[in-house]
T-cell receptor, first 115, second 109 residues
């Protein structure tokens, strides 16, 4: 089974801090995604990466950056955390579109609170 | 981009009842998944079903790709079925998945 692991289930940080959320997958997937989920707004795509060192903006990239130095790891960075970034963050991975159409696998999520 | 709608937005059932959840999408897709998000926030893959019908225990799903909809059936519902059910699709042109707004299901004992 595919395993997508997010480093923390719960995280509390202060306004202005630099925050790192880590995601690791063990199935050699090319594509990795970061979403945030807020009540009434569903899941919204922040960034995705289709290969090492490649990244694309999703629907709501403002205030975030990402890093993909190794294929198995995709990091989401809040450069200067703000209270409106309090949310549930979900990481996912899937093989490349060019190989086959496979399910998207999610981590357990990180519930981030910015005080 | 592709639009995804789900209905109903909320559903309350008595334990043991059956239900049907619907997902409509606006364009051709090459990937459609149903997820259950439990009360702890975990997203659980239920079905990968870009077309056809699949069954897994009390759950089954059907996707009619030509008519751009998918249905999730839950039979003999249990309180542990409570949560939010999402469908997510990927169109033929992109790498992204687009999620529907979800159906919140509450199963009462």
């Amino acid at each position: 089974d595919v395993k997508v692991t997010q480093s923390s289930r719960y995280l509390v940080k202060r306004t202005g801090e630099k925050v790192f959320l880590e995601c690791v997958q063990d199935m050699d997937h090319e594509n990795m995604f970061w979403y945030r989920q807020d009540p009434g707004l569903g899941l919204r795509l922040i960034y995705f990466s289709y290969d090492v060192k490649m990244k694309e903006k999703g629907d709501i990239p403002e205030g975030y950056s990402v890093s993909r130095e190794k294929k198995e790891r995709f990091s989401l960075i809040l450069e200067s955390a703000s209270t409106n970034q309090t949310s549930m963050y979900l990481c996912a991975s899937t093989p490349s579109l060019g190989i086959s159409n496979q399910p998207q696998h999610f981590g357990d999520g990180t519930r981030l609170s910015i005080l | 981009g592709i639009q995804v709608e789900q209905s109903p937005p909320d559903l309350i059932l008595q334990e043991g009842a059956n239900s049907t959840l619907r997902c409509n999408f606006s364009d051709s897709v090459n990937n459609l998944q149903w997820f259950h998000q439990n009360p702890w926030g975990q997203l659980i893959n239920l079905f990968y079903i870009p077309s056809g019908t699949k069954q897994n225990g009390r759950l089954s799903a059907t996707t009619v790709a030509t008519e751009r909809y998918s249905l999730l059936y839950i039979s003999s519902s249990q309180t542990t079925d409570s949560g939010v059910y999402f469908c997510a699709v990927r169109d033929n042109y992109g790498q992204n998945f687009v999620f529907g707004p979800g159906t919140r299901l509450s199963v009462l004992p």
